[in-house]
């Protein structure tokens, strides 16, 4: 959560310097500035390498989801 991101670099802040970790983190410090860009833990998040996974759902998913019924042969299911 943002709460635990923001926790996390407060007590890397309390190692003054002495400990710089390598951040990999997940897609909320990317999104929500207000995790790192808070003018207490700024310092600390540069560097920091942040992943967001991007899904698309495929064109007619929902029609073709929409269309299943439990009566249906198993075999329509999975072609």
Not at 6 to 28: E, H, M, W, Y
Not at 40 to 62: C, H, K, M, R, Y
């Amino acid at each position: 959560t943002k709460e635990d991101a923001r926790k996390l670099l407060q007590a890397i802040k309390l190692f003054n310097g002495t400990f710089q970790p390598v951040l990999i983190a997940s897609d909320a410090w990317g999104k929500e500035s207000s995790v790192v860009i808070n003018g207490e833990t700024d310092e600390i998040a540069i560097g920091a390498l942040t992943l967001e996974l991007v899904s698309i759902q495929p064109a007619n998913f929902d029609k073709y989801f929409n269309s299943l019924k439990p009566d249906l042969p198993a075999g329509i299911i999975f072609k």
